[in-house]
């Protein structure tokens, strides 16, 4: 129940539509996930929707992160605050996509379904998702710094190349010319480079996005058990262009790729 309660509060906002939706969608008690997600699906699609939460502001976020650090680290409410405080800003800054690119966000970076699973939880072909998902999490970047993103020159390519990063970024089987056509690509093309950190930077965002429950369990990641710790766009022998990287000088040998790509996305957030 709390999973498919948490999809549907994804999608629609928490409250009582989106908990009437979750029942409707247990009703039947499949058996199969992807059943039950498809019925959630199709039960918060059949409501009207909802109003957006209000915004989190930044001088809350950072309110909280200031207590966190003052705080001692047995003391679990700091962590908690700051949970919810991220939780609010991502409600946000998703009630503000269209309800399709909500349901993929959840449907790929909660409930972690591969490309078939979301399309038929969706009812679209396999094909559709990964653009879509790139979507998504360009929107969800520019809702969440509500500013656009400094514009770039357009490239002829942008389509191919953020369906490829989605598809290399969730693990999804991408053919090998089509991968090697992407790092040369991102090496070269300023625009699908930036797009590149932009959807990851979103995707990072939106799993740091904790369920309610883990919000009141347990707020905050152990260190070294973190998922995001054990997963990359890139193989290790595939190193990240220096374009697509922005400046970074740290030493490389010392990161993961995911703290590469967040001091990446740190110096391209001062430009």
Not at 50 to 79: F, G, H, K, W, Y
Request: charged residues 30%.
């Amino acid at each position: 129940m709390e999973d498919v309660l948490e999809f549907c509060e994804r999608v629609m906002g928490a409250g009582i539509a989106a908990s009437d939706a979750a029942r409707e969608a247990l009703a039947g008690a499949a058996d199969d996930r992807v059943e039950v997600l498809a019925a959630a699906s199709r039960a918060c699609r059949s409501r009207p929707p909802v109003e957006a939460p209000r915004t989190v502001s930044s001088d809350t976020a950072a309110a909280a992160v200031r207590l966190v650090r003052s705080s001692p680290p047995s003391s679990p409410a700091p962590a908690r605050r700051l949970a919810d405080a991220v939780a609010g800003e991502l409600a946000a800054a998703t009630a503000e996509l269209p309800e399709r690119q909500r349901e993929v966000l959840a449907l790929r970076e909660l409930a972690r379904l591969s490309y078939p699973q979301i399309a038929a939880v969706l009812g679209i072909g396999e094909t559709a998702v990964a653009p879509l998902l790139a979507r998504a999490r360009l929107g969800l970047r520019e809702a969440r710094r509500g500013t656009p993103a400094r514009r770039l020159t357009e490239c002829g390519e942008r389509d191919r190349a953020t369906r490829a990063i989605a598809t290399r970024h969730d693990g999804e089987p991408l053919a090998e010319q089509e991968r090697g056509w992407l790092i040369d690509h991102l090496g070269s093309c300023e625009a699908c480079a930036r797009a590149h950190a932009m959807m990851l930077e979103a995707s990072l965002s939106y799993r740091s996005w904790q369920p309610r429950a883990a919000r009141i369990t347990d707020p905050l990641p152990e260190a070294g058990n973190d998922p995001l710790e054990s997963e990359s766009l890139l193989e290790p022998d595939e190193p990240f262009p220096a374009e697509s990287m922005a400046v970074v000088t740290l030493r490389p040998a010392k990161l993961s790729w995911w703290q590469r790509l967040g001091a990446a996305l740190a110096a391209d957030a001062r430009r």
